[in-house]
RNA sequence: GGCGUCGUACCCAAGUGGCUAAGGGAACGGUCUGCAAAACCGUCAUGCAGCGGUUCGAAUCCGCUCGACGCCUCCA
């Protein structure tokens, strides 16, 4: 195998530069996972899947991977720590809304989220994180990481919390650009926040809150942690003091990710982490996705209820890297089930030439790896999805042109590229077995087949009335047919 | 007010100084098929928001104009 570099925006530097890992071929990553209070709508999982292409990628280099991916089940208020008067946490602001009334409790909330999460990670073909850790389960190094903060001298207790005093780290603003924190408040319509705060950019990594549904013991009374400090120390925890990678939405640049490197790097003095990336939001028909506007879809609402491909919506959402805008559209989404057909056809093609044993060999597999090799390429190169579907697409073109035809040799060929092609991108083959879903009819495969019979029988007859009916009918019903040689064929049309 | 991104065909999108401006979807014509579907073949941007400039040479660099968008405020 030859050696690539792997190239990726870093978010501090604005450049493209090498993703070198300290321990050289041992990549320690950590990607910032949702807050469980909902279900993760296909923004989010724009997010992740960025962060399983970076993990596929690196797999494809031969390199290891530890990878650490997040639940926040506590500490994420509804409004930013800078302005806190107020806020309330996202946890126990959905369970005393309408979907909340279904749970005893909030404990009981994140852990169906967080659930729901898990189980839609699996359907979007994502690689799983070595340890998936929860805020509230790591709260005694939470505790100990603010005691020690206060210890230094980098934060401080008022009546509300503990606060983390921004001007005591110079390097604060390195990340997002937000250097001068005072001209941050200047043209901001209204500064909200705690009059007992030392600045307005200090930030909380303790509330103190007696009436909190969620609360814990600490040296500064019952209450519980900030949002940014949880990431600090479980990502420490499990990766060690300095990241080789952290990614995560856009969004979190700042406040949330420059909060992280002022506490971290405080506490070790050392980097917190040498390679940031952001994946860009998700737009819908041009327009911002968000809770607030109500115009999000999720997972679940378009696999379960819409019968989409998960592989397909996988490829709706990876089709533009990482760094750009996506507009998520109905017609992205058509095009992306369109492709995805291809390669899955371009499968059975490949099983049905290795059963049929035919003899010969006509080079498809060097052509294939050719086409892999720059896909990989592409991938190296700041995550160019595109330029890697186009290759992977161009795979399909010669396998189809092999067509039936194709020797044993050349469908393992086939083969073998496919499994290469879905390693690296995810949108050939779903990776996990499929879980059963509550929702939707399920296909009477027997009917189906009994139907397929009955067209067959009439097109023998040449009734093909009959048969037209029969393909018509079935296709209302979402079902489509296909005269193969090898057979009629079925399948569910998505979207 | 601060920070940042982008404008390439009907749609998505690659290309960041130099061969014919990748690839996909849609559309149209053809082959195959009882007819379809799938597949294959062919057609589909003398031009890259507009205007200037630099250069032997620019979609690519510089300037201005117009337009779209994001973060700083709930959000990945």
Not at 380 to 399: F, H, M, P, R, Y
């Given at each position: ?336 089930g369109q492709n995805v057909e291809r390669f899955k056809e371009c499968d059975r093609l490949a099983d049905s030439a290795i059963q049929k044993g035919k003899e010969g060999d ?134």
């Open positions: 195998m030859k050696t690539r570099a792997f190239r990726l925006t870093d978010s501090q530097s604005h450049q493209v530069k090498e993703l070198q890992p300290v321990d050289k071929g041992h990549l320690k990553f950590y990607s910032c996972g949702p807050t469980v209070y909902s279900y993760a709508h296909i923004g989010n999982f724009r997010t992740f899947i960025t962060a399983d292409l970076i993990v596929r990628t690196a797999e494809a280099l031969g390199w290891k991977v530890s990878y650490v991916s997040n639940i926040t089940d506590v500490g994420h208020l509804t409004q930013d720590d800078m302005a806190d008067a107020g806020g309330e946490d996202k946890m126990e602001k959905a369970l005393k809304s309408k979907e909340g009334e279904a749970f005893a409790n909030v404990w009981e909330l994140a852990d169906h989220y967080g659930n729901a999460f898990k189980s839609d990670w699996k359907r979007m073909n994502l690689r799983l994180p070595m340890v998936w850790p929860k805020a509230t389960q790591h709260m005694r190094e939470q505790i100990l990481a603010v005691e020690e903060l206060i210890d230094k001298g980098h934060a401080y207790e008022t009546p509300t919390g503990v606060y983390f005093n921004v001007s005591s780290f110079e390097d604060y603003g390195k990340l997002s650009g937000n250097r001068d924190q005072d001209q941050l408040y200047r043209g901001v319509r209204e500064v909200v926040t705690d009059e007992n705060k030392q600045h307005p950019s200090d930030f909380a990594l303790w509330k103190k809150d007696e009436k909190h549904l969620m609360q814990w013991f600490s040296p500064w009374g019952w209450g519980f942690p900030g949002w940014h400090i949880e990431c600090s120390v479980m990502a420490m925890r499990y990766l060690g003091e300095t990241l080789d990678l952290h990614a995560g939405g856009e969004d979190l640049i700042f406040p949330h990710h420059e909060c992280e490197i002022a506490q971290s790097e405080t506490l070790t003095g050392k980097p917190f982490a040498n390679h940031w990336i952001h994946t860009r939001f998700l737009q819908v028909d041009g327009e911002k996705m968000s809770k607030s506007k109500g115009n999000f879809y999720t997972v679940r609402g378009l696999v379960d209820e819409e019968k989409v491909d998960p592989l397909a919506l996988r490829y709706a959402l990876l089709a533009v890297p990482y760094g750009k805008p996506l507009n998520f559209t109905r017609q992205s989404l058509r095009d992306a006509d080079g498809l597999g060097k052509t294939l790896n050719d086409l892999y090799e720059q896909a990989l390429d592409a991938m190296c190169e700041d995550l160019n999805t595109s330029v890697a579907i186009a290759k992977a697409l161009e795979g399909t073109v010669a396998i189809f042109k092999a067509g039936d035809s194709m020797s044993k040799v050349d469908g393992e060929a086939a083969k073998a590229y496919l499994t290469k092609i879905n390693a690296l991108l995810g949108i050939v083959r779903p990776d996990y077995e499929a879980e059963e879903t509550a929702t939707g009819p399920a296909v009477d495969e027997t009917r189906v087949q009994n139907l397929i019979d009955e067209r067959n029988a009439a097109k023998k007859a040449k009734d093909y009335a009959r048969a037209d009916q029969i393909r018509k009918d079935l296709d209302a019903e979402g079902i489509e047919l296909r005269d193969t040689p090898e057979g009629t064929v079925w399948r569910l049309k998505s979207v």
